[in-house]
């Protein structure tokens, strides 16, 4: 569906994207790239794409438990991008984790003798 109330100029347009918890959550995964220079460049935008996609789905649900004292069911908008920020900033830490996690689990399955 289309939306009713489209961008009339590319500052509405910029404004609608900067305030998205995606967007915010591609910073934070920037951010994380930039403190850690050490790694590849394909791991740096694997980070920020990572970052994105973890604030885009989670942050809506994050900010209402972040706000769960609030009496609106729409949590504030501002809260919204500062939750995709900093999901995005740990996004990729808890994703190598996982990953570090299932590494050790097929090497040395839990319950097999050592």
Request: proline residues 10%; hydrophobic residues 45%.
């Amino acid at each position: 569906m289309a939306d009713p109330n489209p961008p009339h100029s590319l500052w509405d347009l910029w404004q609608q994207v900067a305030s998205s918890p995606a967007a915010a959550g591609a910073v934070g995964g920037l951010v994380r790239s930039l403190v850690r220079p050490y790694q590849s460049w394909i791991r740096n935008v694997t980070s920020t794409v990572v970052g994105a996609l973890v604030a885009y789905y989670a942050a809506p649900t994050v900010a209402v438990l972040a706000d769960r004292y609030g009496t609106e069911a729409v949590p504030d908008p501002a809260l919204l991008t500062t939750v995709g920020f900093l999901l995005g900033l740990v996004a990729m830490s808890l994703c190598d984790a996982v990953i570090q996690r299932v590494q050790g689990w097929r090497e040395q399955p839990p319950g097999a003798p050592k």
